[in-house]
């Protein structure tokens, strides 16, 4: 059972303080499936690394049958290419606790790549593959897609980690999908681990963020701040046959009714399970302290600044500018993304409910003081071994839990 799966499971909710589904939302176009806020899960692609070069290994297909006990199974599934995996957490109110239910995954997958002799690795991007070499996965939707896209199918080979937080009905949802855009800055700086992308440093820290922008439907969501009024949006689309359902919206935030959550799309997958896992803390901090305090008014201009500060943030990482509109000329400015980072962590501290979130907060603040990134430490890796292939087989064993450099843990 898939992460979006639990969440509308009451009895595993019950039983691991997950989400609890509830009513659903008006009986209109796109109803609403209201959820228990603040609680959190994750998604995170990874890489299938095969032990001779460490390039993508097309086994997939062949892993999911090794994955023991069968159980797990429901939590691991297929994506759109065979040198990927995608591992799905259940839902959880505690990022500890979300850390065990990773390592145990973990566990899971790392034993049954051995029987197939390949490595698991986080990261954003492959740092040598080629699009053209990579196999679609025997799906029908996933040859629909390649149908549809063409080479953007195959190009899609790059890896994330997808972050949702329940929320309690549709307005909410759109309150918080258009709350969280402010922050994508912070998740791509934060999560960046894609430097080298065929073949080549890119000069970004997170070269992943290109790749997903190519698709149509990318971006932002429309500035609906009503449920009412985005049901009406997306009936038109759906009507026009240009989509057919919410997966067809390849935004950066989106609200998923289905599941009663809004979905963050933008982090690259972290080189480690403990770094994934609290960026979803992270997430869920923001949330209260976004639904609780309803800092911002969304109108027309409310992303006027996106796309510069999505680019910095990709290129950059927390040395990005970040760019703040304000109610006239002579009040928007531009700070560093890791001041503006460490200023937000400041405002989330009332509203960490435990010691495990507040160890978020003194990470997070950690590694934005210092500039510390995935993306950094790729780097490095590759500066002293001189070998994209050895810098993989390092990202790897750090996926699988050899012991980790101090920044990681």
């Not at 290109?210 to 439907?217: D, H, I, Q, S």
Request: proline content about 5%.
């Amino acid at each position: 059972m898939n992460t979006e799966t639990l969440i509308r499971n009451e009895q595993d909710a019950a039983a691991s303080q997950a989400h609890v589904a509830g009513p659903q939302g008006s009986a209109g176009i796109l109803p609403f499936g209201s959820s228990t806020p603040f609680t959190m899960g994750i998604e995170l692609e990874l890489q299938l690394v095969n032990r001779r070069n460490y390039n993508l290994a097309s086994d997939a297909v062949d892993l999911l049958n090794w994955i023991e006990p069968r159980d797990l199974q429901k939590q691991i599934k297929l994506e759109m290419t065979q040198g990927m995996i995608e591992l799905n957490s259940g839902i959880h109110t505690r990022v500890d606790e979300l850390i065990e239910e990773l390592k145990g995954l973990r566990a899971a997958l790392n034993k049954g790549a051995q029987y197939l002799n390949i490595d698991v690795s986080g990261g954003g991007a492959h740092p040598f593959q080629h699009w053209n070499e990579q196999r679609i996965t025997p799906s029908e939707r996933f040859h629909y897609l390649h149908e549809k896209y063409g080479y953007l199918a195959k190009t899609f080979t790059v890896f994330g980690q997808h972050i949702h937080i329940g929320v309690e009905n549709g307005d909410d949802a759109l309150y918080l999908t258009h709350g969280f855009s402010r922050y994508v800055p912070h998740f791509i700086a934060l999560s960046a681990a894609s430097p080298f992308y065929q073949g080549a440093d890119t000069k970004f820290d997170s070269s992943r963020s290109n790749v997903v922008r190519a698709f149509p439907l990318s971006g932002t969501a429309p500035v609906h701040t009503r449920w009412a009024e985005f049901e009406t949006y997306y009936d038109e689309l759906h009507q026009m046959g240009i989509i057919a359902s919410m997966k067809d919206f390849y935004w950066d935030i989106r609200p998923k009714p289905e599941y009663g959550t809004v979905e963050i799309r933008v982090c690259d997958t972290p080189l480690t399970i403990e770094h994934a896992a609290h960026l979803g803390a992270y997430a869920q901090l923001l949330a209260r302290w976004i639904l609780t305090e309803r800092p911002f008014v969304v109108g027309d201009d409310f992303y006027l600044l996106y796309q510069f500060n999505r680019f910095e943030a990709s290129r950059f990482g927390l040395n990005g500018q970040l760019a703040l509109h304000g109610a006239t000329p002579s009040q928007s400015r531009k700070l560093p993304i890791f001041e503006h980072l460490l200023q937000q962590l400041q405002l989330l501290e009332p509203y960490v409910a435990n010691e495990a979130e507040h160890q978020t907060i003194v990470r997070l603040r950690r590694i934005a003081h210092d500039r510390l990134s995935d993306a950094n430490w790729l780097r490095q890796m590759f500066a002293q071994r001189g070998s994209l292939n050895d810098m993989m087989r390092l990202s790897s064993e750090l996926w699988m839990g050899v012991e980790p450099p101090p920044y990681f843990q």
